[in-house]
């Protein structure tokens, strides 16, 4: 069975400025985004990889360019259930808004409960991450050999839940797993079980420098201390 890399898109515009873009189009990688991006062909080099499957979202797209443009012969595969969670109504809302919402103490304490208006719930987005990765753990393993490594971009809640559900964990446990922007979550899969080689890296310890608490106790995107921030939030400052 092969070794899979999940990725996490690069900061975007939605990022910075506090907004869950969820599948609204045109979000793309702010300047920060645009230069983890940039170096990911660095990060990566030492990898042999043998193909790269991604979101049909923009900024997934834009996250893998560098990586592609250096590698010629590394095709590129959209799969579209690695998408974004669907997050129906609450699309394109300001997160700070949305901490007032009756749902989102579901969504921190009962995620697998959780299914947001005019959208999908968690429960269903994981499943469909989850088969797509089983089905492309195959293909990889049939057309590239069982030692085989390859890179999948997605998003924050969506790797979230595959890690989760790699440890074997219960979905209303994922909200206790972080991954920042552009970081890097490897799992090696085996016949019996996978194994977390990586999680969440980024190889920049910033974002674990203590932060001052603002006075409210919400941060900038109007997360509570304690809560995770939904969608994935920006990461380091």
């Known amino acids: 069975m092969p070794t899979l890399i999940l ?10 400025t506090g907004v869950l873009a969820g599948r609204t ?3 793309s990688l702010d300047e920060r985004g645009l230069s983890q991006a940039a170096d990911l062909p660095r990060r990566l080099a030492e990898l042999p990889l043998a193909v ?7 900024r997934c797209r834009e996250t893998l360019a560098p990586l592609l443009d250096a590698r010629p012969g590394l095709d590129l595969h959209i799969e579209d259930r690695l998408n974004e969670c669907d997050y129906g109504d609450w699309s394109g809302r300001k997160l700070a ?32 991450a989850a088969e797509a990765v089983r089905e492309w753990n195959a293909r990889v393993t ?13 998003h924050g809640d969506v790797i979230k839940s595959l890690v989760a559900e790699a440890l074997g964990l219960h979905l209303d446990l994922f909200q206790r797993i972080s991954v920042d922007p552009c970081s890097l979550t490897v799992i090696r899969y085996t016949r019996l079980r996978p194994f977390l080689l990586r999680l969440g890296d980024t190889g920049d310890l910033a974002s674990l420098a203590p932060r ?16 995770a921030a939904v969608g994935g939030g920006a990461g380091a400052p």
Do not use: I, W
């Open 7 to 16: 990725l996490r898109h690069g900061r975007s515009t939605a990022n910075t």
């Open 25 to 27: 189009p045109g979000v």
């Open 52 to 58: 790269a499957v991604s979101s049909p979202l923009q």
């Open 97 to 128: 808004e949305l901490g007032d919402e009756p749902l989102m103490e579901t969504v921190q304490q009962h995620p697998s409960a959780a299914a947001f208006p005019g959208g999908e719930s968690l429960r269903a987005m994981a499943t469909r």
């Open 142 to 154: 049939r057309e590239h050999g069982p030692d085989a490594v390859y890179v999948m971009c997605s």
């Open 212 to 227: 001052e608490a603002p006075a409210d106790g919400k941060a900038e995107d109007g997360t509570a201390q304690g809560d």
